[in-house]
């Protein structure tokens, strides 16, 4: 590659892991001299680098560039300590749930009619997800372009200390061995490694059940290089053209919670950047708020274009994912994902299971209707498959120029029969769990797999209009159970948006680094990739 610059930035960033014995294990919030509400800032400032986003990618960004320059990180939403809706895993899902203001999750919906969450929090996604830690396929990475060994230094690096593995109960065991008996082999036991075969993947969540994110890293930033501003929203990118071969980032304007606008420029320096770190649905729409973007769509917002770049924005992706649920007779262990089954066929099957992850995970109506149902019901769990990939894309576009609000996101779902027929095969396989013996007592004779795909169809998953029933084929319910297990990315993808360094093409002085430079979603679950590639989303 020449992604050296970033895995060499990364790789710096996690080497302080090796000594990190994990603050997070307590209910005491990290002593952050640099962290500060964003109205107490100047109205004007200068640094040697501007981070737009303070997520799995913007945090270790931050504190490895602040040992030697200085360094602005701004976050649109709050801190995530002392909120144990983010910090316990026991309280899953009720941040998904909290639609106030202030919460660490922001819902949007699709225009597919699937509802989704976006990260509002410093720490981003790893604030508020399920905490399952795999890596990449050896084969990605060298897709990618990425020095493989330099990936591998990196990711050893955070699972000293990041990443966990998972004490099983017997939810996840009858799930893992169902996947055996259905011939999702070899079984592979406890791994990281993204191999085909059933697996136990690792954890951010200790054993005591406390959540390990990207904004622990902001431990290992040198004070003095670092200042990082809470519920910060920037509103634009500020470039110099004036005289320029071509434009040329410089600055940002940004408010603060009163409204009050503040302006942080770049010192003079030839190495001085600005980079984006806002994730895949809010990179895109601040190069758009900021000049770069498709011209008429821009035009069309008053927006000046400082940049005709019709692919911002395009090449939007969310991995569908479809569940199945099963009341149990037996009481279950609360567990999120622990378990994964990597098919050969392109999907993914995975489990939760106790009442955290029903009531409350998923961000869409059926909170309310689960919140109704009888408490028994909840003796049981999801087995889940998510299509890999995939390969339906989709686009992304302003509705306004605030920033705050969100842009419209279609991501074509199913789109492409191959994603369609993944999904098929992947229900197929959650059924011959269901039916083997490891399964077995977890579930209700009398609630025959037609009876439990007709609960689930008819369960407000998602907005869409309901028709299945059991003599329909499973297309039907695929596409009308659709879900997101947020794992969205594109937007600002390598070789259409960015160059192999991450690079804005067509301008000086910006890059971009994260979830939305992907063309693909790494693994099973991004985020080990997001923390280590860019320690990203």
Not at 5 to 25: E, N, T
Not at 173 to 187: I, T
Not at 283 to 300: D, E, I, R
Not at 324 to 335: A, D, K, N, T
């Amino acid at each position: 590659m020449n992604l050296g610059w970033w895995w060499r930035l990364f790789a710096g960033a996690l080497a302080g892991f090796l000594f990190f014995h994990g603050f997070a294990a307590t209910e005491t919030a990290p002593n952050y001299s640099f962290m500060y509400d964003a109205t107490s800032a100047s109205t004007l400032s200068y640094y040697d680098y501007i981070i737009v986003g303070g997520g799995t990618a913007g945090c270790p960004l931050a504190a490895t560039l602040s040992q030697n320059a200085t360094v602005l990180l701004l976050e649109r939403g709050g801190s995530p300590y002392g909120n144990p809706n983010i910090t316990k895993m026991a309280s899953f899902g009720a941040a998904l749930s909290d639609l106030s203001q202030s919460s660490p999750s922001q819902r949007f919906i699709s225009e597919d009619g699937v509802i989704n969450a976006r990260a509002r929090v410093l720490g981003g996604g790893s604030c508020i997800n399920a905490g399952f830690y795999t890596r990449a396929s050896d084969e990605y990475i060298k897709q990618a372009g990425w020095d493989g060994r330099l990936v591998k230094e990196s990711y050893q690096w955070m699972e000293k200390s990041v990443a966990f593995e998972p004490s099983l109960g017997q939810w996840q065991s009858a799930v893992r061995d169902g996947l055996l008996e259905a011939g999702v082999m070899p079984s592979n036991g406890f791994t990281y490694d993204h191999i085909y075969g059933t697996k136990v993947g690792g954890t951010i969540f200790d054993q005591q059940g406390n959540r390990h994110t990207a904004a622990d890293l902001l431990e290992y930033a040198n004070p003095s290089g670092l200042t990082v501003f809470l519920h910060a929203s920037v509103h634009k990118i500020l470039f110099a053209i004036k005289g320029k071969r071509r434009p040329k980032a410089h600055g940002v304007v940004f408010r603060d919670t009163t409204g009050a606008k503040h302006k942080a420029y770049l010192k003079q320096g030839s190495k001085n950047e600005i980079i984006v770190s806002a994730g895949a649905l809010g990179s895109p729409q601040l190069l758009m708020l900021s000049g770069v973007g498709p011209a008429q769509h821009l035009k069309s917002h008053d927006i000046t274009v400082v940049l005709d770049q019709p692919l911002v924005g395009q090449g939007m992706s969310d991995n569908p994912m479809n569940a199945v649920f099963i009341p149990s007779p037996l009481p279950v262990e609360v567990s999120l994902i622990q378990v994964v089954g990597i098919t050969h066929f392109g999907s993914y099957i995975e489990a939760a299971s106790g009442e955290n992850f029903a009531g409350g995970a998923s961000s869409s109506p059926a909170v309310e209707y689960m919140n109704n149902l009888d408490e028994t019901t909840f003796r049981g769990g999801f087995i889940l498959e998510k299509v890999m990939g995939p390969i339906s894309t989709g686009h992304l576009e302003l509705r306004t120029r605030n920033p705050n609000d969100n842009p419209s996101v279609t991501f074509n779902y199913f789109k492409d029969p191959q994603d369609l027929q993944r999904c098929v095969q992947g229900i197929q396989t959650i059924e011959k769990i269901i039916e083997s013996k490891a399964f077995f007592r977890f579930r209700y004779e009398f609630l025959s797999w037609p009876i439990l795909l007709n609960m689930t169809a008819n369960a407000p998953l998602n907005l869409l209009p309901k028709h299945y029933n059991p003599s329909m084929p499973l297309e039907v319910f695929c596409k009308e159970t659709v879900m997101t297990i947020w794992h969205y990315h594109g937007g600002c993808q390598v070789g259409k948006v960015v160059d192999l360094d991450y690079k804005v093409l067509g301008v000086d002085a910006l890059r971009v680094i994260d979830g939305s430079t992907f063309n693909d979603s790494p693994g099973t679950n991004p985020q080990a990739t997001v923390h280590g590639c860019e320690d990203i989303e």
